[in-house]
Every structure is written in C-alpha cells, then in structure tokens.
C-alpha cells in the first residue's frame, strides 16, 4: 500500500527553506475496519462523474495520448488522528538522510490535508489514483491483480521468491506503461530484490507522474542510460532511500526499447500499454513482428513470466464455454494465442491462461514459460496457483492476494 505526501520545509520563525513541488510517496499499512483505504469502497469520492474535481495540471501529448490531465478530489480518510504518526516519521526519515540538521533549522513536519488524484487521458480514461498527502492508497483492481497473478505465475515456475524477497536474489522486472508509477513502486517496495526498468513513450507523462503524482525524481534516466539527476534530491532521499536506485524510468516506444536492449534477460514483464483512445496497440502483440522476436529473447527461457492488462471483450454470444467461469471473448483469446505463438511456440514448457479482474472489464492475461505443459488441466492449474499464492502471500506480506483472482475463475488458451 502505498501514500503519497507533499509538504514543505519552514523555520520556527517561519522563513521558508525550500519547497518541494512535487508529491512523494510512502507505504504504510493501519488495522482498521476497511484496512484497504484504495478499496473500491471509497470510489465513489473520485468516480462520481457529478463531481468533476479541480484540475492539478493539464497539458496535450504529442504522444498519441491526446490531454493528459491530474484532477483532485476531496478525499474523507483518514481521520486527522493519523497525521501525528505520519509527521513523527518524517522528521525520523529525515533526521537520519540529515543528521546534523536540527529541529529549529529544519522545522517541524506538518501533514496539510488529504486529497485523491487521477491521471487522465481525454479527460475520460482514468490511468492512475493515488491519495496524495500523507494517505494511503491501494493499487487499482487491475494493477493488484497483475502484481499478484504475475507473481505467483512466477514463484510456480520454481524461481527462488523467498531469497528475491529479503535482497539475496535479483530479480528484473520491466514495467511496459508507466503511468501513475504505482506498479513498479510497489513492487521495488515489497522485493527488496526487484530491480525494475519502466518504458514510457510520453514524456508528459513521466513529468506528471513526478511532479504531480510523486513518483521519484531519481528514478528518470536519460537516452544514453544515464540518470537524470546526479544524485537525489532531498526529498527522494528521505522518501525513497533503498528504492530509488532499483527504479530505472526512460523516455522510449517499448518496440525501441526491447531492440535496443535485447541482451537484458527478464524474471517478469508487465504491459499495460494503453493510448489516448483507450487501445492496446497490435504492434506490442503481433506475432510475427520484429518486437515480438526481440521480446522472447530477453524474457528469461526457464521461468520468464508476461503478464497483460487488457479490456474484456466478452459478451453472451461470445463466451468460450470450455472455460466456466472466465468469459473471456473472441479478442483475449486471439491476443493470448499471438503471444503464445511468438513466445512459447519452440518451447517445451509454457502456458498461457487469463484471470478476470473482479467488478471491472479486465482480463489479466499470463505467459508463463516455466509451468508445465501438462498445466492444461485447468482445475490442476487453478489448484497449483493457489497453493502458490498462500505461500507467496507469506513471503512477500502482500497487502491483497492472487486467490481473490483465482477464485472468480481461470481460462487456459
């Protein structure tokens, strides 16, 4: 789980240090009665088309993402009891990047207010949620439920979860789409073995994300592979100490970016590349592409794990009846089999299933180079997943499970 924070640094005496434009982020996690503060049932403070909010920033892509737009939202919780807590940990984090700045040089850290932020695409498409000043947020349905599916795929491949975990193993991970940021945050911030390299194609939206949604600063890399910035701000230092370095954010088409670096060898892939129309380009799942070809060689041949977000597209007449319970449609099945024709045709291994995400029109889709051919048994798939994911949900502490996945059932393709 994850928060998002902006403040500023102040003297008793009032005088301004620096300000700190952009929103930071943190994990945290409370017992409470609805312990997740992003469950869907809070959604109605950001979704409720009668409430348009206010616009934070709002600028047009020359990206094909048409406007991208960050809108606030009033936000309820939580209750200003926790700010006290969250302030003490501030000036805690902050006193050990800054240990020789005292209180009254410093000043006092001081939580203003809460609020959501979307990042939208056309002012329709909403890409990302976070809630910003100091309170918590949840990854989206359909992110939580590629985490968590790409995750346990991953750990029934026989790849090593618990040394990845405590920072024994390394673990790459390429985040294709970027968004918000959320994703690879969270995954950098629960696996201290995660290194993660994210592809993002418009750079408008790698600025809002930092300057609007609090994603590290730090994390930007130029065109030669380079960082950015030289050395961390303040604020990333206090906010993103051990994280930061195993974030790697660059300006690229995912096609581009794959050919280029066909000697990079990837645990697990996420693609959530969606454009301002809402669409999934065909170039990230054609088969026969050059991208695709570039694709398999740099995901790992053993236990390499793809994980896809894509919109459902079933409907009754168009439901695949050998699968009960997962009405995946003509177009999720035929974007499954692209990719298992170009990823695993030549493999002894591999399988490709779909799970919906519940109350949304999601599919998360899986390529999976390391589960066993005679994973086609659905009910023998569904059952190994499951046992995987308690054992995964253990190591790794996850805030939410794949079994809420599971449970509304599996399609093999």
């Keep these: 789980m994850n928060s998002i924070q902006r403040f500023s640094?102040?003297?008793?005496?009032?005088?301004?240090?620096s300000v700190v434009k952009s929103c930071v982020r943190h994990f945290c996690g409370r017992d409470v009665v609805i312990k997740d503060e992003g469950d869907w049932f809070y959604s109605p403070e950001w979704w409720d088309p009668q409430d348009g909010g206010y616009t934070v920033s709002r600028a047009v892509s020359n990206k094909g993402n048409g406007i991208v737009s960050v809108v606030a939202h009033p936000s309820s919780l939580p209750s200003r009891d926790s700010w006290g807590?969250?302030?003490?940990?501030?000036?805690?984090?902050y006193m050990e990047i800054m240990p020789r700045d005292t209180e009254e040089k410093s000043g006092r850290f001081n939580v203003l207010g809460y609020q959501w932020r979307s990042?939208?695409?056309?002012?329709?498409?909403?890409?990302?949620?976070?809630?910003?000043?100091?309170?918590?947020?949840?990854?989206?349905?359909?992110?939580?439920?590629?985490?968590?599916?790409?995750?346990?795929?991953?750990?029934?491949?026989?790849?090593?979860?618990?040394?990845v975990a405590i920072g024994d193993k390394q673990m790459r991970v390429l985040c294709i789409g970027h968004g918000g940021g959320s994703l690879p945050l969270f995954i950098a911030k629960h696996i201290l073995g995660a290194v993660v390299d994210i592809v993002e194609l418009d750079p408008l939206v790698i600025s809002e994300s930092v300057r609007a949604m609090g994603f590290p600063a730090f994390s930007v890399m130029t065109a030669t592979g380079k960082r950015v910035l030289p050395t961390p701000e303040i604020i990333d230092q206090v906010m993103w100490g051990g994280i930061r370095e195993r974030l790697s954010l660059y300006e690229s088409k995912a096609e581009d970016f794959i050919l280029r670096n066909q000697s990079n060898t990837y645990d697990l892939i996420?693609?959530?590349?969606?454009?301002?129309?809402?669409?999934?380009?065909?170039?990230?799942?054609?088969?026969?592409?050059?991208?695709m070809k570039a694709l398999s060689k740099t995901l790992h041949h053993e236990h390499g794990t793809l994980v896809v977000n894509l919109h459902s597209d079933a409907d009754i007449s168009d439901i695949d009846r050998s699968n009960e319970g997962v009405t995946t449609g003509k177009y999720v099945r035929k974007v499954g089999k692209a990719y298992k024709k170009g990823l695993l045709e030549n493999e002894r291994n591999g399988l490709v299933f779909a799970c919906e995400v519940p109350w949304l029109c999601n599919v998360s889709l899986v390529v999976s180079r390391g589960m066993g051919s005679e994973g086609r048994d659905r009910e023998k798939t569904k059952s190994n997943l499951m046992k995987t994911s308690l054992e995964v949900d253990r190591v790794l502490r996850l805030p939410f499970s794949c079994l809420d996945y599971l449970k509304t059932g599996l399609a093999i393709i």
């Excluded at 807590?85 to 984090?93: D, F, G, P, Q, V």
């Excluded at 959530?272 to 170039?283: L, M, N, T, V």
């Design 9 to 17: 640094l102040t003297t008793r005496r009032g005088k301004r240090l």
């Design 85 to 93: 807590e969250t302030e003490k940990w501030l000036e805690k984090r």
């Design 119 to 163: 990042l939208r695409f056309n002012d329709d498409t909403r890409q990302s949620t976070v809630k910003v000043m100091a309170a918590c947020r949840t990854l989206q349905p359909n992110l939580k439920s590629m985490v968590s599916v790409g995750l346990t795929s991953l750990a029934a491949s026989k790849f090593d979860m618990r040394s």
């Design 270 to 291: 996420f693609m959530d590349a969606y454009d301002g129309a809402d669409i999934f380009p065909h170039s990230l799942w054609d088969s026969s592409s050059v991208f």
